[in-house]
């Protein structure tokens, strides 16, 4: 083995969580990594954890921890968690938590507009500083209170509409990458 080689392996291999690392350790697939990866995997994990634990076969603890990991994924999304074939070029999981911190994000964005929104009612404020409002002060604010609506209204479209899309269309892409790797 070159230290070329080797040096490159440590290099990329070096840059993934510990966990990772541990969970290819564990597996022991040696038709997926080869025996310069697993000896650079040992060698990292010695450096981080001061002791490489023994290379076994994931028990039935740990895979049900991984198949409890599957449970609230749309059926596509598990389907490309269980396959075999991953893709080389990104972490499946980990586009599939950015798809999810998208979506949270955008669910997020909502209900800061509308709380904003709520603050910046002349009615509301009123309100928090104990003044009870009459009828008559009540109809002077449904101007201000459509134009914050409306304001509120266009904030959340601008910000939720292109966040969902953007989900939307990882899923489109992993979905099609998945595809077509089964047609090759």
Known sequence: MSDELHQQIYNELNLRETEDLLEIWHINDHEEWSETAFEVIKEILSERLGEVPSQEI????QEEE???ENDGLDEWEA???DDENQPELYDTREVLRIKDNINR????AVIVYILLG???LSFVRMLFQGVVASPSEIAKALPDMLSTIIGVSLSIAITYTPLKAL???LRILMEM???SRKAS
Not at 58 to 61: G, I, N, R, V
Not at 105 to 108: E, G, N, T
């Open 79 to 81: 389907k490309l968690l």
């Open 58 to 61: 994931l028990d039935d603890e």
């Open 177 to 179: 990458e998945f595809r």
């Open 118 to 120: 709520l603050l910046n």
């Open 167 to 169: 989900s939307h269309i």
């Open 105 to 108: 994000v955008a669910l997020a």
């Open 66 to 68: 991984e198949n409890f």
